[in-house]
């Protein structure tokens, strides 16, 4: 029996040995030349004793509280603003990109808000969305703070003030694309009914346009969180476009579209423990979303952290190769 698992231990250490030759020649597009293996290493490293969990977790409590003022204040500001029918594009916008049990624990909220404007909601909805969304913004910095590959930070004064810089960008990019979303599919329906447009291929161009815009707005965001969320080091080179924040956005849409999809067809929440079952659906997705910004940020620190080694372990050659001649 020792032997039959000697045998084995040697085996998949053979394995081991010969996919990481492998992926030392491997370079993947915006890793800044670093091969795949020793950004695998700082990875990997990252995820496993940076406390993601605890993070991410502290991320979610954060947007959970301004969750609600902020929905208040943009179905206030709507009537306002828009038409009807842009009111119930907006309300079907939400039904397709949230799960089912969540859009139900708010709807009746929702239309209450949209078909009786109360301008008192609308500035109190103000000021406690921009509260509670800066203390958000600043908690996805502070996370970014506490990476296991150390970092560089601000004083606390000033990264309030970066969080809440960023986070009046970042609504005014999310009004935009969901103006450009909910406004594109209600103009390509009223073509439609005019035969202004004709053909499926032409309203699924259309419509495909639509959801490049709001991948495309996403991928802003989540750059913008990584350029900007961090003290720089003049040192060091910073992608706007980092490979963490594609990572990011990718798996913001996959995993975004799996748990939608487990959540409706799969879990048995509501029944186990009723309305409440809803309140966990939120949660679990705020969670993930959270863990998401912080993988995509570890994947950009990883990879400037392998190019650290290389660039120390270059100079310490040359260093040595100098020591050598001049002997």
Excluded at 189 to 214: A, F, S
């Amino acid at each position: 029996m020792k032997k039959v698992i000697d045998k084995l231990n040697l085996r998949i250490n053979d394995i081991s040995q010969s996919i990481g030759k492998k992926l030392k020649v491997v370079v993947l597009p915006g890793f800044d030349g670093m091969p795949l293996y020793y950004v695998l290493v700082f990875f990997l490293r990252g995820i496993s004793k940076g406390v993601l969990g605890y993070r991410a977790a502290a991320i979610a409590y954060h947007f959970f509280l301004a969750l609600v003022p902020l929905i208040l204040f943009l179905f206030t500001l709507i009537p306002y603003v828009t038409s009807k029918n842009y009111q119930n594009e907006l309300l079907g916008l939400l039904y397709d990109l949230i799960p089912s049990n969540i859009y139900s624990m708010v709807e009746s909220t929702l239309v209450e808000i949209i078909s009786r404007p109360k301008s008192g909601l609308l500035s109190l909805g103000f000021v406690m969305a921009a509260y509670f969304a800066t203390n958000g913004v600043d908690a996805i910095l502070e996370g970014f703070n506490q990476s296991y590959h150390r970092i560089k930070t601000w004083p606390w004064w000033k990264q309030k003030f970066y969080a809440f810089i960023m986070m009046v960008v970042m609504s005014f990019l999310g009004f935009i694309s969901m103006l450009l979303l909910t406004s594109g599919k209600l103009i390509i329906n009223t073509m439609g009914e005019y035969e202004l447009i004709t053909g499926e291929v032409t309203i699924y161009m259309l419509t495909l346009v639509q959801w490049i815009v709001i991948i495309g707005n996403l991928l802003l965001i989540v750059s913008m969180l990584y350029y900007y969320g961090q003290k720089k080091d003049i040192k060091e080179h910073y992608r706007f476009f980092s490979a963490g924040s594609v990572l990011s956005t990718g798996l913001f849409i996959v995993g975004g579209l799996l748990l939608k999809s487990y959540f409706e067809n799969f879990s048995n929440y509501n029944l186990l423990y009723g309305s409440i079952g809803s309140l966990i659906i939120l949660l679990v997705w705020l969670f993930y979303n959270s863990l998401i910004i912080l993988i995509g940020f570890e994947l950009n620190t990883s990879i400037r952290r392998s190019k650290e080694m290389q660039t120390y372990k270059q100079s310490h050659q040359s260093d040595k190769n100098l020591h050598t001649q001049n002997s």
